[in-house]
């Protein structure tokens, strides 16, 4: 059975920063890449980040373009995403997410990612 399991989340003020983890598990087939994505309350789910697990590919929302960084572990199947400068916009419920095949140019549509993890929150605020 596949496992997502995000963790990293908390309350931080403006302009500080997080990292995220996403330990995955139980992958039959190889996966093709992890997506984050969030989602903030009354607001559609994000997506904001990807990473391709063969070549490191990422992709990136220009919302956080700049300030969060993708990267991945692939002897321990953790992704991880770097937040720096922090805002308060950037508050949501942050999910991982695993794409069997991906197609690059919908790296951030969250209808093309199979697996979900349970979220963690992310709270930005003075």
């Known amino acids: 059975q596949v496992q997502l399991v995000e963790s990293g989340g908390g309350s931080v003020q403006p302009g500080e920063s997080l990292r995220l983890s996403c330990a995955g598990s139980g992958f039959r087939s190889e996966y093709d890449a992890i997506g984050w994505f969030r989602q903030a309350p009354g607001k559609e789910r994000e997506g904001i980040a990807c990473?391709?697990?063969?070549?490191?590919?990422?992709y990136y929302a220009d919302s956080v373009k700049g300030r969060f960084t993708i990267s991945k572990d692939n002897a321990k199947d953790t992704v991880y995403l770097q937040m720096n400068s922090l805002k308060p916009e950037d508050t949501a419920v942050y999910y991982c997410?695993?794409?069997?095949?991906?197609?690059?140019?919908?790296?951030?549509?969250?209808?093309?990612?199979?697996?979900w993890g349970q979220g963690t929150q992310v709270t930005v605020s003075l």
């Open positions: 990473i391709r697990k063969r070549d490191g590919t990422t």
């Open positions: 997410a695993a794409s069997l095949l991906l197609h690059p140019i919908r790296a951030l549509i969250s209808k093309d990612y199979d697996y």
